[in-house]
Structures are given as structure tokens and as C-alpha cells.
């Protein structure tokens, strides 16, 4: 059982997912960001092109 624990600690791959977590988690919030930072201006232009074809 201690020889379990000891490898546990050892481990180098949970830090790494971990630090992958972050970038997914960072990454997202910049895409999230941006969508809400353009979403009105891209609403407005189809706005404008749906009212130019009537």
C-alpha cells in the first residue's frame, strides 16, 4: 500500500493533464469572450441583410 502512495506522488502525468485543463478552461473563456464581444455586430449585419432583401 505505501509502495501505491509513493508512485502516486511520483506520477508526472497528473500535472500535466491538469496544466492541459487550464489551457481548455482559458482557451474557452477567450472564445466565449470574443462571441459575446461580437455577437451584437454580427446579429446587426444579418440585420442589414435580411432588411435589404425585403
Do not use: C, H, W
Amino acid at each position: 500500500m505505501l509502495k501505491s502512495l509513493k508512485r502516486l506522488f511520483k506520477d508526472e502525468e497528473a500535472p500535466t493533464a491538469v496544466e492541459y485543463g487550464l489551457m481548455v478552461a482559458a482557451i474557452a473563456a477567450v472564445i466565449i469572450t470574443v462571441v459575446f464581444l461580437l455577437g451584437g455586430k454580427v446579429n446587426n449585419t444579418f440585420q442589414n441583410v435580411a432588411d435589404s432583401l425585403k
